[in-house]
């Protein structure tokens, strides 16, 4: 069966536009090849995707939708070559034409299953920048095709409104593939692209087929109907093709992939302006660039957000909730740009910690730590900020130097750090030395500062353990780090 439908499909195809291209077979074959086996071939498209969905799995239900749009088109040329086709009174609109749109609705009733099927969960970025892709295409192809049919379409409102149905479902249907792919991050793979450039064949053919109706400076014949069943070989083809590539849930980009969005929104917006300049926009134009502008400003909104987001969460260590590593260089950064405003560093480093950590493990050693933060924190805000600079060291940042906040201040906010990050229990005793300096009595810059009280800091570990007050592996640690 697989064998006959690939068969018919592909050499059937091969035929028709060898036919109606290069002129094999003459006229005399026109009705055969044009009718019998045209149709044929799109038949067989439904019908190798209708193969496709008896795999089962996520995807079957897009698959049959998808068959069913591709039969639901088989149906409709059927009925143009046996009621339509040489018949000058053919009625307008026909069933021909219930088979033809009805392949829209179907057609993207199988993208969104497929896309749902092959998704887990992903980041709003993504999802924005799908919907403003599709948006920005929309826009542009309804500037650029909707209204050139809408200006010209004439007849009765059934008439007219069937007329008008082409051009909106091929606008709608490009615009909706162009978000899938932004969805894959421009990297649709090749199950994805068959299926995605089948449907934009299919487009691209109705839209010449649209054009050559109402003589747009395109030539006339049967050129554009082998260009239908490229769109016929390449969604049949999927018979043929692994699952769909799974679109991830997160929202990655590089290279020249992070521009694609912006440029696409950039290029409606010219094309769009031009348009404007050299006429007026119809209701549905306008519509369209109103809500894309608004899905932009919605989309830089949430990237504000998340940005953001991603801001607090280097910004502030994991473990204790008080500032990070990384905010304080951003921090130290700063203030170098100004290395002589007044400011007081308080450098703190756990005495006992490492002798915890190897008695009661790692995990009750970052629950310490977390709690430890906590205290830090609430013993020096509002006045200064806490920060953990990584393992057991942390550091405290006042604003004003010793002649701002007084050296018995000073040294009272040393001491109250030293004292919340004290701990006693059953088989183990924290305590914290501490080095103190201040900018700009004791050094020229902050950078200064922080290597005055780690000297001052190891100082006071130095008397501690000559005084006999460290652990033995305190001790050890501090020979090391010396």
Same mark, same amino acid.
């Given at each position: 069966?697989?064998?006959?439908?690939?068969?018919?499909?592909?050499?059937?195809?091969? +035929?028709?536009?060898?036919?109606?291209?290069? %002129?094999?077979?003459?006229?005399?074959?026109?009705?055969?090849?044009?009718?019998?086996?045209?149709?044929?071939?799109? &038949?067989?498209?439904?019908?190798?995707?209708?193969?496709?969905?008896?795999?089962?799995?996520?995807?079957?239900? $897009?698959?049959?939708?998808?068959?069913?749009?591709?039969?639901?088109?088989?149906?409709?040329?059927?009925?143009?070559?046996?009621?339509?086709?040489?018949?000058?009174?053919?009625?307008?609109?026909?069933? $021909?034409?219930?088979?033809?749109?009805?392949?829209?609705?179907?057609?993207?009733?199988?993208?969104?299953?497929?896309?749902?099927?092959?998704?887990?969960?992903?980041?709003?970025?993504?999802? #924005?920048?799908?919907?403003?892709?599709?948006?920005?295409?929309?826009?542009?192809?309804?500037?650029?095709?909707?209204?050139?049919?809408?200006?010209?379409?004439?007849? *009765?409102?059934?008439?007219?409104?069937?007329?008008?149905?082409?051009?909106?479902?091929?606008?709608?249907?490009?615009?909706?593939?162009?978000?899938?792919?932004?969805?894959?991050?421009?990297?649709?793979?090749?199950?994805?692209?068959?299926?995605?450039?089948? +449907?934009?064949?299919?487009?691209?053919?109705?839209?010449?087929?649209?054009?050559?109706?109402?003589?747009?400076?395109?030539?006339?014949?049967?050129?554009?109907?082998?260009?239908?069943?490229?769109?016929?070989?390449?969604? %049949?083809?999927?018979?043929?093709?692994?699952?769909?590539?799974?679109?991830?849930?997160?929202?990655?980009?590089?290279?020249?992939?992070?521009?694609?969005?912006?440029?696409?929104? $950039?290029?409606?917006?010219?094309?769009?302006?031009?348009?404007?300049?050299?006429?007026?926009?119809?209701?549905?134009?306008?519509?369209?660039?109103?809500?894309?502008?608004?899905? &932009?400003?919605?989309?830089?909104?949430?990237?504000?957000?998340?940005?953001?987001?991603?801001?607090?969460?280097?910004?502030?260590?994991? +473990?204790?909730?008080?500032?990070?590593?990384?905010?304080?260089?951003?921090?130290?950064?700063?203030?170098?740009?100004?290395?002589?405003?007044?400011?007081?560093?308080?450098?703190?480093? !756990?005495?006992?910690?490492?002798?915890?950590?190897?008695?009661?493990?790692?995990?009750?050693?970052?629950?310490?730590?977390?709690?430890?933060?906590?205290?830090?924190?609430?013993?020096?805000?509002?006045?200064?900020?806490?920060?953990?600079?990584?393992?057991?060291?942390?550091?405290?940042?006042?604003?004003?130097?010793?002649?701002?906040?007084?050296?018995?201040?000073?040294?009272?906010?040393?001491?109250?750090?030293?004292?919340? !990050?004290?701990?006693?229990?059953?088989?183990?005793?924290?305590?914290?030395?501490? %080095?103190?300096? *201040?900018?700009?009595?004791?050094?020229?810059?902050? $950078?200064?500062?922080?290597? +005055?009280?780690?000297?001052? #800091?190891?100082?006071?570990?130095?008397?501690?353990?000559?005084?006999?007050?460290?652990?033995?592996?305190?001790?050890?640690?501090?020979?090391? *780090?010396?």
């Amino acid at each position: 069966m697989r064998n006959a439908i690939s068969a018919v499909l592909f050499a059937g195809a091969a +035929l028709v536009i060898l036919h109606d291209w290069v %002129g094999i077979g003459g006229a005399g074959l026109d009705t055969a090849i044009n009718g019998v086996v045209y149709d044929s071939v799109v &038949v067989c498209a439904g019908l190798a995707c209708l193969i496709r969905a008896r795999r089962g799995g996520p995807e079957r239900a $897009a698959w049959i939708a998808i068959s069913a749009s591709i039969l639901a088109w088989a149906a409709g040329e059927v009925w143009w070559t046996l009621y339509i086709e040489g018949n000058p009174d053919a009625p307008y609109p026909s069933p $021909a034409d219930i088979g033809y749109l009805a392949f829209y609705p179907l057609a993207i009733l199988g993208l969104y299953l497929l896309v749902r099927a092959r998704t887990t969960e992903l980041d709003r970025r993504l999802w #924005m920048d799908g919907a403003i892709a599709a948006l920005g295409t929309a826009a542009v192809g309804a500037a650029l095709l909707f209204e050139f049919v809408a200006d010209r379409a004439s007849g *009765s409102t059934a008439e007219v409104a069937t007329t008008l149905a082409y051009p909106f479902g091929d606008v709608l249907l490009v615009s909706l593939i162009v978000g899938v792919i932004a969805l894959t991050r421009w990297r649709p793979g090749r199950t994805w692209t068959l299926l995605l450039g089948g +449907l934009a064949v299919m487009a691209v053919a109705d839209v010449a087929f649209t054009l050559q109706s109402y003589e747009a400076s395109v030539p006339g014949g049967d050129w554009v109907e082998p260009i239908y069943l490229f769109s016929a070989v390449l969604l %049949g083809a999927e018979a043929w093709q692994p699952d769909a590539d799974p679109i991830r849930s997160d929202a990655r980009f590089d290279g020249w992939r992070e521009m694609v969005v912006p440029g696409i929104v $950039a290029g409606a917006m010219i094309v769009l302006g031009f348009l404007q300049y050299l006429h007026s926009s119809s209701a549905l134009t306008t519509i369209l660039w109103s809500v894309t502008m608004l899905a &932009v400003i919605g989309r830089l909104a949430v990237s504000l957000r998340e940005n953001q987001r991603l801001l607090d969460q280097v910004r502030t260590d994991p +473990l204790t909730g008080l500032g990070s590593q990384a905010r304080w260089q951003m921090e130290l950064e700063r203030r170098e740009r100004s290395p002589s405003a007044p400011l007081t560093v308080v450098l703190l480093d !756990l005495n006992g910690f490492k002798r915890y950590n190897d008695t009661f493990g790692h995990p009750a050693g970052d629950k310490m730590l977390g709690m430890l933060g906590k205290r830090l924190q609430a013993a020096v805000e509002p006045e200064a900020t806490a920060y953990r600079l990584g393992g057991d060291e942390f550091l405290v940042l006042v604003e004003g130097g010793i002649v701002g906040l007084g050296l018995e201040a000073r040294d009272a906010l040393a001491v109250k750090s030293a004292e919340a !990050l004290t701990s006693r229990g059953k088989g183990f005793e924290l305590g914290a030395s501490w %080095g103190i300096a *201040s900018v700009p009595e004791e050094s020229d810059s902050p $950078a200064e500062a922080m290597q +005055l009280a780690d000297v001052r #800091m190891y100082a006071q570990k130095e008397s501690r353990r000559l005084a006999g007050t460290l652990s033995p592996l305190d001790r050890e640690a501090l020979e090391q *780090s010396h």
